[in-house]
C-alpha cells in the first residue's frame, strides 16, 4: 500500500500513486493507493488491515474500471473501517473526461477549489453500504450535453488538423500490415521527417515530437536504420526513443503522462507493436470488448493532452481481395476504435510493390501503389492504384504484337478496314510483329476477344465478326469513323502467305 502522509484521520483511497501524491501534497490529509493500480482482484487482503478502524473515502477514476474497483474495495473495507464512501467526482465536476481522475481535478479547478469540492461531495454522500441479493442499486442518470442544429451550424468549430497533410490527421491511427513486409521502416520515416519538418512521402508534414516505443528492436537495429534513413543527415532533436515500456495494465500510461511533462513537445507516440502493451482481459470479457476497451482507453488518455497515437499492429495471413481492412488482426473494436487506418498488402510477398489503403474519419479514403527504395531506405509513392493500374494496362496494350499487327494493317489499307479469319492475322503477325501471335486459331480468337475493348478505348478501333461459311469465322477491323460495313472488293487487303496453324 503506498501512503502519502499519515494515517490519521480521514484516509482517501486513489487509484495510482500520483493521485495519492497530488491529494496529500495540494489537498492535505493522507492519501494511499495499491501499489498495482486499479484492476479485478488488485485490493489485497493486507490494504484492508492496514484501514481497520479508519474513516476511508474512496475516490475513482471516472470509468468503467475504476468504478469497478471502487465498489470492490468498498467491499472489502465495510465493516472493517469506520465509515466508507464513495466519491463520485461527476457530482461536482460536470464536464469530467472519462477516465478523468482526482489529479485532473485539482489540475482544472485549482488546489484550493477541488479541496472546497471535495469536502462538500464527501460530505453529502452517504456511508456506502452492500446492495442486498435481492436489491437492484439504484440507477444513475446522467443527462446528455445537448447542442442544437442551429447552435452547431453557427460553431466556430477548429478545423482538422494533420500531422502529415492530406493522408495523417491528428487522433488514435493504425498502421497494419503482414509480418516483415517493412511497416517499421515506414513509422520510423515518419517519426524523423515529423521530428525535423520534413516532407513525407511527398506530403508536407508538422513538425513536432515524436516518442518511438520500438517494442520490438534494439538500439543498435534502430541506430543503423535511422543512419540509413538520415544518409548523412543530422538526427532532428525532438524524436524520442524507448525499446522498453510498461503494459497498459502495468502503469503504461503514468509512464507516458511523465514523459509528456518533461517533454512537451511531442505530439506524436508510436507503439511499436500493440500486442507489446496489451493487458490482461477482465472477468468474462469477450474479446470484441477487450479490444475496444484497451483502445479506448489510450485514445482517451490522449486526446485529453492533445496527443496523437499511432499503433503498430499486424494483418492476418488470410487475404481479402474486397476489402483489405478486413485482414486487419482481432476484432472490429481494434479497427472501430482508431480514427484512421493504415494498412499495407502486396499480392506477393516478394513483390517489390505494396498498396498503402487509407481510411478514416476525416481523411478521404486512397489506394496508393507504393514502393521501398532500397537506396535511400524509405517507402516512395508511385501514384494512385486506379493510375497505375490504368498505364501498365496502356503499356501491356501499346507492347501487344496484336494490337501491333492489327494497327499496321489499317494504317496500310486504303480503306482503314482489314477484314480476315484468325489464321490471316496470325499469318500478318509473323511478317510484321515478327513473332507467333497465338499457339493455334481458337487461343488468337480469344485474345482477340480480350482486346476488343481496349482496341475502342484507346485506338477508336471497331472489331466486329461474321460467319465465313466453312472457313469459320471472319473478323473485321475498322477505325470508329467510318461509316459502313460493307464488304471490300477483293484485292484491296493485304495478302500473305498461307502458314500451317491449327483451325
Request: glycine fraction near 8%.
Amino acid at each position: 500500500l503506498y501512503v502519502a502522509g499519515k494515517l490519521e484521520g480521514m484516509v482517501y483511497v486513489c487509484e495510482g500513486e500520483k493521485d495519492a501524491i497530488n491529494v496529500h501534497e495540494k489537498i492535505g490529509g493522507c492519501a494511499v493507493s495499491g501499489a498495482d493500480g486499479a484492476g479485478p482482484g488488485k485490493w489485497r487482503k493486507e490494504y484492508t488491515e492496514q484501514l481497520r478502524g479508519l474513516p476511508v473515502v474512496i475516490l475513482p477514476d471516472h470509468d468503467a474500471v475504476g468504478r469497478a474497483y471502487a465498489q470492490e474495495t468498498a467491499a472489502a473495507l465495510h465493516g472493517v473501517a469506520k465509515s466508507v464512501r464513495l466519491l463520485d467526482l461527476a457530482k461536482v465536476w460536470p464536464d469530467i473526461p472519462e477516465h478523468g481522475d482526482v489529479s485532473d481535478l485539482i489540475e482544472a479547478k485549482g488546489a484550493a477549489e477541488a479541496a472546497r469540492l471535495l469536502s462538500e461531495l464527501g460530505r453529502n454522500t452517504p456511508k456506502w453500504e452492500p446492495v442486498p441479493d435481492d436489491e437492484e442499486p439504484p440507477k444513475e442518470v446522467r443527462a446528455l450535453t445537448i447542442t442544437t442544429a442551429p447552435d452547431l451550424q453557427r460553431a466556430n468549430l477548429p478545423p482538422v488538423e494533420f500531422l502529415v497533410e492530406g493522408i495523417l490527421p491528428d487522433g488514435t491511427i493504425l498502421l497494419t500490415a503482414a509480418s516483415k513486409i517493412g511497416k517499421s521502416w515506414m513509422v520510423l520515416d515518419l517519426g524523423l521527417c515529423l521530428a525535423a519538418g520534413r516532407p513525407f512521402m511527398g506530403h508536407q508534414s508538422r513538425q513536432c515530437g515524436v516518442l518511438y516505443l520500438a517494442l520490438e528492436d534494439s538500439l543498435h537495429r534502430l541506430q543503423d536504420r535511422m543512419n540509413k534513413i538520415l544518409c548523412g543527415r543530422p538526427a532532428p532533436e525532438q524524436f524520442y526513443f524507448a525499446t522498453e515500456a510498461p503494459k497498459l495494465d502495468d502503469g503504461l500510461l503514468d509512464t507516458l503522462d511523465d514523459h509528456l511533462k518533461k517533454h512537451p513537445d511531442t505530439k506524436l507516440i508510436i507503439i511499436d507493436t500493440l500486442q507489446k502493451i496489451r493487458g490482461q482481459s477482465l472477468p468474462r470479457e469477450a474479446s470484441y470488448a477487450q479490444d475496444y476497451r484497451e483502445m479506448e482507453t489510450v485514445k482517451g488518455f490522449m486526446d485529453k493532452r492533445g496527443v496523437s497515437v499511432l499503433f503498430v499492429h499486424h494483418n492476418r495471413k488470410m487475404k481479402d481481395d474486397d476489402d483489405p481492412f478486413n485482414m486487419i488482426s482481432g476484432t472490429n473494436g481494434i479497427m472501430g476504435a482508431a480514427d484512421t487506418i493504415w494498412t499495407i498488402t502486396k499480392a506477393k510477398r516478394a513483390d517489390e510493390e505494396a498498396s498503402l489503403h487509407i481510411t478514416g474519419r476525416d481523411v478521404a479514403q486512397s489506394d496508393t501503389v507504393i514502393r521501398f527504395d532500397k537506396e535511400s531506405w524509405t517507402w516512395k509513392p508511385m501514384g494512385s492504384v486506379d493510375w497505375l493500374a490504368e498505364q501498365r494496362a496502356r503499356l501491356e496494350y501499346d507492347q501487344s504484337p496484336i494490337v501491333k499487327t492489327i494497327k499496321k494493317l489499317l494504317d496500310q489499307s486504303p480503306a482503314r478496314r482489314w477484314d480476315g479469319t484468325a489464321k490471316d492475322l496470325m499469318a500478318a503477325g509473323k511478317y510484321i510483329a515478327r513473332t507467333y501471335l497465338a499457339v493455334n486459331t481458337q487461343k488468337m480468337g480469344h485474345e482477340i476477344t480480350a482486346l476488343e475493348k481496349p482496341l475502342f478505348d484507346f485506338d477508336g478501333i471497331v472489331h466486329a465478326v461474321t460467319g465465313h461459311g466453312n472457313a469459320g469465322k471472319k473478323h473485321s477491323f475498322y477505325y470508329q469513323d467510318l461509316g459502313g460495313f460493307a464488304e471490300l472488293p477483293e484485292g484491296e487487303q493485304m495478302e500473305f502467305p498461307e502458314e500451317e496453324t491449327n483451325q
